[in-house]
T-cell receptor, first 114, second 112 residues
Framework: KAGVTQTPRYLIKTRGQQVTLSCSPISGHRSVSWYQQTPGQGLQFLFEYFSETQRNKGNFPGRFSGRQFSNSRSEMNVSTLELGDSALYLC?????????????FGEGSRLTVL | GDSVTQMEGPVTLSEEAFLTINCTYTATGYPSLFWYVQYPGEGLQLLLKATKADDKGSNKGFEATYRKETTSFHLEKGSVQVSDSAVYFCALSEGSNYQLIWGAGTKLIIKP
């Protein structure tokens, strides 16, 4: 069974640009979550989607947005990039409808903003 | 709000040593507790979990017991191996938030 796939794995952008990251969950998983990981702030929750609906959103500015498609694949977008957006962005999927906390993570997309 | 506090690392041990990584939490309700592990260059993996007080989670020789009275979920292993070198994260999930609250992570280095 294929795991969670995130693309691209690495990318470099400049301030002011925007970026779109993609996540394909494990087959059959309908919940997708996104987390930002940085050395200073650790792991921080961005948002969670289930069946194309955002169920929860973390404390990030509106420049961070996401969506989920009918096939459960998800994308997140960051507009007007800032240096502080440099991070590892992790996507996780889970099978159930409820908040079990049992997440299956991808390897992440490492974004560098110059 | 809810929070998780882990012991700072790195923790450096020799192979076959006993491991304890401390984790305490603050929560308003009755959270589920988790340990995740992140090996170098990889995403996080669920190591073990406990969903109610006095539950013991175990996997790959690691154990942690959900202690409500001390609000703790310490990770232990009796004999560590070089392959256990990784970053370990304690996390909690409460109610219907659909999110995990994470500790800062503890880097574990095992020397042969």
């Amino acid at each position: 069974k294929a795991g969670v796939t995130q693309t691209p794995r690495y990318l470099i952008k400049t301030r002011g640009q925007q970026v779109t990251l993609s996540c394909s969950p494990i087959s059959g998983h309908r919940s997708v979550s996104w987390y930002q990981q940085t050395p200073g702030q650790g792991l921080q929750f961005l948002f969670e989607y289930f069946s194309e609906t955002q169920r929860n959103k973390g404390n990030f500015p509106g420049r961070f947005s996401g969506r989920q498609f009918s096939n459960s694949r998800s994308e997140m977008n960051v507009s007007t990039l800032e240096l502080g957006d440099s991070a590892l962005y992790l996507c996780a999927s889970s099978p159930g409808q409820g908040p079990t906390g049992e997440l299956f993570f991808g390897e992440g997309s490492r974004l560098t903003v110059l | 709000g809810d929070s998780v506090t882990q012991m700072e690392g790195p923790v450096t041990l020799s192979e076959e040593a006993f491991l304890t990584i401390n984790c305490t939490y603050t929560a308003t309700g009755y959270p589920s507790l988790f340990w995740y592990v992140q090996y170098p260059g990889e995403g996080l993996q669920l190591l073990l979990k406990a969903t109610k007080a006095d539950d013991k989670g175990s996997n790959k020789g690691f154990e942690a017991t959900y202690r409500k009275e001390t609000t703790s979920f310490h990770l232990e292993k009796g004999s560590v191996q070089v392959s256990d070198s990784a970053v370990y994260f304690c996390a909690l999930s409460e109610g219907s938030n659909y999110q995990l609250i994470w500790g800062a992570g503890t880097k574990l280095i095992i020397k042969p």
